[in-house]
T-cell receptor, first 111, second 118 residues
């Protein structure tokens, strides 16, 4: 079963705009990871945020984590057409044995 | 750079046949995971190895599924008597064990094996 739920399920923006995706989860976590998946390609790891962290940056990506609300957000700034992909959040449990993925947000960036 | 590799990339089989997939993890990673992804959904965990020991299995992994990692390096996933519901992308991932207890690292995924059962 999927623990996380991404919101929105689909997002269409113009190149240069920012894209924000949200993820909610149900149980306690050790970490939360965001992945990107292009059509026909594998999952690419974007960023990992640990349960004791609140915000993390990597290039044009900004991730926040609110463990009290069991939610996270991924912000992509100055989007590019190449950012078109599905984005998944995945929570790592305290045993560190597996990731539980949400259903993903399908982002389309129009040139 | 050698990331996670999987073979084959695509497999078409008839219902009732057995199939086997192979995963080669990143060489220094001691953890290896198998996930299944159906169209429009996120991946779902199947099983996990630390070195050669299979430590966890999902309830999704019926008795028709078996996974091995005999020498703690590559892994195989076999599906016996395939059913149409087994059609999916099978993803392998690997990670390095954390240096300290409770410190887990990101998982790196391979390109997947797309299985179609006719």
């Amino acid at each position: 079963s999927q623990q996380g739920e991404e919101d929105p399920q689909a997002l269409s923006i113009q190149e240069g705009e920012n894209a924000t995706m949200n993820c909610s989860y149900k149980t306690s976590i050790n970490n939360l990871q965001w992945y990107r998946q292009n059509s026909g390609r594998g999952l690419v790891h974007l960023i990992l945020i640990r349960s004791n962290e609140r915000e993390k940056h990597s290039g044009r990506l900004r991730v926040t984590l609110d463990t009290s609300k069991k939610s996270s957000s991924l912000l992509i700034t100055a989007s590019r057409a190449a950012d078109t992909a599905s984005y998944f959040c995945a929570t790592g449990d305290n045993a560190g044995n597996m990731l539980t993925f949400g259903g993903g947000t399908r982002l389309m960036v129009k040139p | 750079d050698t990331g996670v590799s999987q073979d084959p990339r695509h497999k078409i089989t008839k219902r009732g046949q057995n199939v086997t997939f192979r995963c080669d993890p990143i060489s220094e990673h001691n953890r290896l995971y198998w996930y299944r992804q159906t169209l429009g959904q996120g991946p779902e965990f199947l099983t996990y190895f630390q070195n050669e020991a299979q430590l966890e299995k999902s309830r999704l992994l019926s008795d028709r599924f078996s996974a091995e990692r005999p020498k703690g390096s590559f892994s195989t996933l076999e599906i016996q008597r395939t059913e149409q519901g087994d059609s999916a992308m099978y993803l392998c991932a690997s990670s390095r064990a954390g240096l300290t207890e409770g410190f887990y690292n990101e998982q790196f995924f391979g390109p997947g094996t797309r299985l179609t059962v006719l």
